[in-house]
T-cell receptor, first 114, second 111 residues
Framework: DSGVTQTPKHLITATGQRVTLRCSPR?????VYWYQQSLDQGLQFLIQ???????AKGNILERFSAQQFPDLHSELNLSSLELGDSALYFC?????????????FGPGTRLTVT | GENVEQHPSTLSVQEGDSAVIKCTYS??????FPWYKQELGKRPQLIID?????GEKKDQRIAVTLNKTAKHFSLHITETQPEDSAVYFC??????????FGTGTSLTVIP
């Protein structure tokens, strides 16, 4: 167990809908990352937050948005869903000040768009 | 930005043999290089890492080497076992604490 939690584990929804994925980082970690992994694909970096502020953006579509809250949990919002958005979405956390800077992944949310 | 290349994309070895996966990076300021193992449908798990001030690190059957001058690092697995079969990702972290991943290597260990 990495200490990073994600909910829900599975999500099935229809095209055009909107969903919210939730992530709680490891205790003390300030940075949260979101990744998308489609079938047999690598990890596509979407976005990074550090202590509530957006730090870096990757290949994130305009239909997607995220935020990190004061308690450091993060949400990834996916709207106007398309079939191609079906994927595993991972959250990872890092940066506990004064400690190591390893990045640990949550168990992922499997999104299926029908 | 950083660019991480990983080779090979697939690798098959006989049980007991060694496996080597190589990665190169472009940003000389990158300072931390983790390796992740991912089994089908599961989360990537950190298996070993190395910082830029170290040339080699070993943990039982797994070792990582780093050549800062050439900007490449490698994962070495000795005495491979069937349970080592998985996809392995390398990554490089820059000074902004952003992680750049390689495209993955699918390792199959044949019993």
């Amino acid at each position: 167990d990495s200490g990073v939690t994600q909910t829900p584990k599975h999500l099935i929804t229809a095209t055009g809908q909107r969903v919210t994925l939730r992530c709680s980082p490891r205790s003390g970690d300030l940075s949260v990352y979101w990744y998308q992994q489609s079938l047999d694909q690598g990890l596509q970096f979407l976005i990074q937050y550090y202590n509530g502020e957006e730090r870096a953006k990757g290949n994130i579509l305009e239909r997607f948005s995220a935020q990190q809250f004061p308690d450091l949990h993060s949400e990834l919002n996916l709207s106007s869903l398309e079939l191609g958005d079906s994927a595993l979405y991972f959250c990872a956390s890092s940066v506990t000040p004064g400690q190591n800077y390893e990045q640990y992944f949550g168990p992922g949310t499997r999104l299926t768009v029908t | 930005g950083e660019n991480v290349e990983q080779h090979p994309s697939t690798l098959s070895v006989q049980e007991g043999d060694s496996a080597v996966i190589k990665c190169t990076y472009s940003d000389s300021a990158s300072n931390y290089f983790p390796w992740y193992k991912q089994e089908l449908g599961k989360r990537p798990q950190l298996i070993i890492d190395i910082r830029s001030n170290v040339g080699e690190k070993k943990d039982q059957r797994i070792a990582v080497t780093l050549n800062k001058t050439a900007k490449h690092f490698s994962l070495h697995i000795t005495e491979t076992q069937p349970e080592d079969s998985a996809v392995y990702f390398c990554a490089a972290r820059n000074t902004g604490n952003q992680f750049y991943f390689g495209t993955g290597t699918s390792l199959t260990v044949i019993p």
